[in-house]
């Protein structure tokens, strides 16, 4: 199936442990994105990233960095995690923007819930 | 930024009934975009719809563009409907969303 997966669907850990989501999409993209749903389901950017650029939310603490091994893969990786990050993290891509436009559909993989106890 | 505001924040139908969900945007956009969150908690893609008007079945959304608004249309409402429906607006590297509009349809 092409799409946009992650891995794992869930994930429970302590506080303070250092933890990754993987993301990997099929679809031939050139733009991947981390997205944070909160408990009241709000959604909002966390990364944006293409081959030539990372474009960071500047409210993200840098405890969360992204790292992509090839295009086809935008990985999450957070470090010493407090309660504050139990949330469910989407990860997203999107085509390059057709002529005369200047962006594209985006679209989403099945998220990650992540519980820190 | 960009502001995104959806409204009725909550709906409530019986099935077969019709709604109109809105979203308001406070800047021009270049893409927006109708999600559909179930209630496993997948994002689904309604509709890419920058302007115009699009149809899927039983959904149809318009964008005007110029006016900063979208509207989501669900005619004959199942069941299935239910769920959260998010309107997202991109003007920058990414994808602002709005809280969304929680849907329950009943039998």
């Known amino acids: 199936d092409t799409a946009v997966s992650q891995t794992p669907k869930y994930l429970v850990t302590q506080m303070g442990n250092d933890k990754s989501i993987k993301c990997e999409q099929n679809?031939?993209?050139?733009?991947m994105y981390w997205y944070k749903q909160d408990s009241k389901k709000f959604l909002k950017i966390m990364f944006s990233?293409?081959?030539?650029?990372?474009?960071i939310n500047e409210t993200v603490p840098n405890r969360f960095s992204p790292k992509s091994p090839d295009k086809a893969h935008l990985n999450l990786h957070i470090n010493s995690l407090e309660l504050g990050d139990s949330a469910v993290y989407f990860c997203a891509s999107s085509h390059k923007p057709l002529p005369g436009t200047l962006y594209n559909e985006q679209f989403f993989g099945p998220g990650t819930r992540l519980t820190v106890l | 930024g960009i502001q995104v505001e959806q409204s009725p924040p909550d709906l409530i139908l019986q099935e077969g009934a019709n709604s109109t969900l809105r979203c308001n945007f406070s800047?021009?956009?270049?893409?927006l975009q109708w999600f559909h969150q179930n209630p496993w908690g997948q994002l689904i893609n309604l509709f890419y719809i920058p302007s115009g008007t699009k149809q899927n079945g039983r959904l149809s959304a318009t964008t005007v563009a110029t006016e900063r608004y979208s509207l989501l249309y669900i005619s004959s409402s199942q069941t299935t409907d239910s769920g959260v429906y998010f309107c997202?607006?991109?003007?920058?590297?990414?994808?602002?969303f709005g809280k969304g509009t929680t849907l329950s349809v009943s039998s």
């Open positions: 990233y293409n081959n030539k650029e990372l474009i």
């Open positions: 800047d021009s956009v270049n893409n």
């Open positions: 997202a607006a991109q003007a920058g590297t990414a994808l602002i």
């Open positions: 679809l031939g993209h050139d733009t």
